[in-house]
């Protein structure tokens, strides 16, 4: 397959963003190279319907594409025409493909890293050259202003299933133990009591992040999600997948959900840039007619340099963790007082 077009693919994601942000682009040269993009339907539908190819004991290769021949330059027109949106383009030809990879990450939600994989793709053209995939097919894919059309209507639904953030390509590889010893765990852990339901007292622990933010000191919160995109980071640009839910794997700004069970506990693991390894922990249980609900920070530095991060943060640990933590508190609170069984908190 060539460009595939849908909501929450990486390569529409890139055209949103920029379409819908700038409305004038500096276009590097593989803005105009050919593809022959195809929607997920018909991609989803081609692989469903190989299942039935008969079996002749040979393997094939079959090349597939949508309707239209056409450039990300292209598409970016033509999202703009759906969204009745001016704007112009200026091509540059001069940008490098890590140069275009490293813009793509200032201005639009990709890691630089795969903008880059991307960008060395799509230098390339790819345009159907082997037409069997009709004959064995009885398909016919969709021309590229419905492809559009559609993953504009899918991605304007709360809680697409699916998202180019929630693969784990979209942060940092994991550290391979080899780069060094986890050092001594180091942790953060706070606590306070609500007048309110587990239900209740979890709702603004399973809303975090995302537009909502994370009910404090939301301004340092953005300079380090900066920090990080600097270094080659996944940032907060990322979010959530939905406002409301979330599930085990999910991506979270610059975390990942790595256990969810509602309304009892929720632990984060970091994809930012750190020298460790470190998660962020809630836990609610039942106390009398009301909650306690519990913080934790933990982080496994690697080397000295990890442990003088750690330390050298603490401050900003203490106001940071400990702001956040009475602000869900009094969240839960409201919660409790509003829906006092929980349910529909």
Same mark, same amino acid.
């Given at each position: 397959a060539s460009i595939v077009i849908g909501a929450g693919s990486l390569s529409f994601?890139?055209?949103?963003?920029?379409?819908?942000?700038?409305?004038?682009?500096?276009?590097?040269?593989?803005?105009?190279?050919?593809?022959?993009?195809?929607?997920?339907?018909?991609?989803?539908a081609y692989l469903v319907a190989a299942l039935d190819l008969p079996e002749d004991g040979t393997d094939r290769i079959f090349e597939i594409?949508?309707?239209?021949?056409?450039? /990300?330059?292209?598409?970016?027109?033509?999202?703009?025409?759906?969204?009745?949106?001016?704007?112009?383009?200026?091509?540059i030809p001069l940008l490098t493909p890590r140069l275009s990879s490293l813009w793509l990450g200032l201005i639009t939600p990709v890691y630089a890293r795969v903008g880059r994989e991307l960008i060395g793709g799509v230098r390339n053209r790819s345009v159907v050259r082997d037409f069997s995939a009709r004959d064995a097919f009885a398909i016919r894919p969709l021309p590229?202003?419905?492809?559009?059309?559609?993953?504009?209507?899918?991605?304007?639904?709360?809680g697409a299933e699916t998202s180019w953030s929630d693969a784990r390509s979209s942060a940092r590889p994991p550290r391979p133990r080899? #780069?060094?010893?986890?050092?001594?765990?180091?942790?953060?852990?706070r606590e306070t009591r609500v007048s309110a339901a587990p239900e209740?007292?979890?709702?603004?622990?399973?809303?975090?992040?995302?537009?909502?933010?994370? /009910?404090?000191?939301?301004?340092?919160?953005?300079?380090?999600?900066?920090?990080?995109?600097?270094?080659?980071?996944?940032?907060?640009?990322?979010?959530?997948?939905?406002?409301?839910?979330?599930?085990?794997?999910?991506?979270?700004d610059f975390?990942?959900?790595?256990?969810?069970?509602?309304?009892?506990?929720?632990?984060?693991?970091? #994809?930012?840039?750190?020298?460790?390894?470190?998660?962020?922990?809630?836990?609610?249980?039942?106390d009398g007619t009301g909650s306690i609900i519990r913080q934790t920070a933990t982080f496994d530095p690697v080397g000295r340099f990890g442990t003088v991060y750690w330390y050298a943060l603490w401050p900003f640990h203490v106001?940071?963790?400990?702001?956040?933590?009475?602000?869900?508190?009094?969240?839960? #609170?409201?919660?409790?007082?509003?829906h006092p069984e929980g349910g529909a908190a």
């Amino acid at each position: 397959a060539s460009i595939v077009i849908g909501a929450g693919s990486l390569s529409f994601e890139i055209i949103r963003a920029l379409v819908d942000r700038l409305p004038v682009m500096i276009c590097p040269r593989w803005v105009s190279t050919v593809a022959q993009p195809i929607g997920i339907a018909d991609l989803l539908a081609y692989l469903v319907a190989a299942l039935d190819l008969p079996e002749d004991g040979t393997d094939r290769i079959f090349e597939i594409g949508g309707a239209t021949i056409a450039s /990300y330059g292209d598409l970016m027109r033509e999202y703009a025409r759906q969204r009745g949106l001016w704007r112009a383009m200026i091509p540059i030809p001069l940008l490098t493909p890590r140069l275009s990879s490293l813009w793509l990450g200032l201005i639009t939600p990709v890691y630089a890293r795969v903008g880059r994989e991307l960008i060395g793709g799509v230098r390339n053209r790819s345009v159907v050259r082997d037409f069997s995939a009709r004959d064995a097919f009885a398909i016919r894919p969709l021309p590229v202003e419905a492809c559009i059309a559609l993953a504009i209507a899918d991605g304007e639904q709360a809680g697409a299933e699916t998202s180019w953030s929630d693969a784990r390509s979209s942060a940092r590889p994991p550290r391979p133990r080899a #780069e060094g010893a986890y050092g001594s765990r180091l942790v953060d852990a706070r606590e306070t009591r609500v007048s309110a339901a587990p239900e209740a007292a979890f709702a603004p622990i399973r809303r975090i992040g995302g537009r909502r933010g994370w /009910y404090y000191a939301d301004l340092l919160w953005t300079v380090r999600g900066w920090l990080d995109l600097l270094v080659g980071g996944a940032g907060l640009r990322r979010g959530r997948r939905d406002p409301e839910t979330l599930r085990t794997g999910d991506a979270l700004d610059f975390w990942r959900v790595e256990a969810f069970d509602p309304p009892r506990r929720i632990r984060l693991a970091a #994809e930012m840039r750190l020298p460790g390894r470190a998660w962020l922990e809630f836990d609610v249980r039942p106390d009398g007619t009301g909650s306690i609900i519990r913080q934790t920070a933990t982080f496994d530095p690697v080397g000295r340099f990890g442990t003088v991060y750690w330390y050298a943060l603490w401050p900003f640990h203490v106001l940071i963790f400990g702001g956040m933590l009475r602000r869900i508190g009094q969240l839960a #609170e409201i919660a409790g007082r509003t829906h006092p069984e929980g349910g529909a908190a």
